[in-house]
């Protein structure tokens, strides 16, 4: 594999050059903010999982930053990696506090995710539009089965996790944007991506934290 290989995926990108996409470089500056943000509400005693999602938050604007700025195969794992660790990192907190499950169950169920992502990547990438984005839409897919099965267990978490599947899928349309509409607007929509993404994680993060103290686990 070239490792170096240039990766022209975005609208706003022109040339090889390092800040050839000034905006969708610098507004990954919003993912380190909701990690700072959220940071600072989760330091109460029984918040290390919350902690932990902070720090890969944080991990998620750097990589992200370094693929809008360097656009080259190695850059890109480090803009993905940091997504796919905080995915599978919140579906464990999912199965361990909103369902209740020991800790190799919850464990076990988050495993489910790669079979489950393998079925539904392929048929996300039938619909028409969505494109390179197929990838994540089994997120918000996931996060709203959760939302509806968790409705009577917690429907404080329900209601939080639908808020954040629905921010999800705006942003996730935003991505799929970028490139259709390139023509018409040069800057593209990938940023949104950014923003709306920051504002999403962060969100997950405060659900979490708040369950927690409701269950007294804080």
Same mark, same amino acid.
């Given at each position: 594999?070239?490792?170096?290989?240039? $990766?022209?995926?975005?609208?706003?990108?022109?040339?090889?050059?390092?800040?050839?996409?000034?905006?969708?470089?610098?507004?990954?500056?919003?993912?380190? $903010?909701?990690?700072?943000?959220?940071?600072?509400?989760?330091?109460?005693?029984?918040?290390?999982?919350?902690?932990?999602?902070?720090?890969?938050?944080?991990m998620i604007g750097l990589g992200?930053?370094?693929?809008?700025?360097?656009?080259?195969?190695?850059s890109a794992v480090a803009d993905?990696?940091? $997504?796919?660790?905080?995915?599978?990192?919140?579906?464990?907190?999912?199965?361990?506090?909103?369902?209740?499950?020991?800790?190799?169950?919850?464990?076990?169920?988050t495993v489910l995710f790669f079979?489950?992502?393998?079925?539904?990547?392929?048929?996300?990438?039938?619909?028409?539009?969505?494109?390179?984005?197929?990838?994540?839409?089994?997120?918000?897919?996931?996060?709203?089965?959760?939302?509806?099965?968790?409705?009577?267990?917690?429907?404080?978490?329900?209601?939080?996790?639908?808020?954040?599947?629905?921010?999800?899928?705006?942003?996730?349309?935003?991505?799929?944007?970028?490139?259709?509409?390139?023509?018409?607007?040069?800057?593209?929509?990938?940023?949104?991506?950014?923003?709306?993404?920051?504002?999403?994680?962060?969100?997950?993060?405060?659900?979490?934290?708040?369950?927690?103290?409701?269950?007294?686990?804080?």
């Open positions: 594999m070239d490792w170096t290989r240039q $990766i022209d995926g975005y609208c706003e990108r022109l040339g090889p050059m390092y800040w050839a996409e000034p905006v969708n470089a610098v507004t990954n500056l919003a993912f380190l $903010i909701a990690a700072y943000v959220m940071w600072r509400r989760v330091q109460e005693p029984g918040l290390g999982t919350a902690r932990l999602l902070c720090v890969v938050l944080g992200s930053y370094l693929f809008h700025t360097h656009a080259e195969v190695w993905v990696v940091p $997504i796919a660790i905080y995915v599978l990192i919140y579906i464990w907190a999912a199965n361990r506090y909103y369902w209740g499950m020991r800790w190799f169950a919850a464990l076990g169920a079979p489950y992502a393998y079925v539904t990547v392929p048929l996300f990438q039938m619909v028409p539009f969505i494109g390179s984005s197929a990838g994540y839409w089994p997120v918000p897919t996931l996060i709203a089965i959760y939302a509806v099965l968790l409705r009577a267990r917690v429907p404080n978490v329900a209601k939080g996790l639908g808020i954040g599947a629905a921010i999800l899928v705006v942003s996730l349309v935003m991505r799929s944007l970028d490139e259709p509409i390139c023509d018409a607007i040069p800057l593209g929509t990938h940023f949104l991506w950014h923003v709306l993404n920051a504002i999403m994680l962060g969100w997950m993060i405060e659900v979490l934290r708040r369950h927690l103290k409701t269950q007294g686990e804080v």
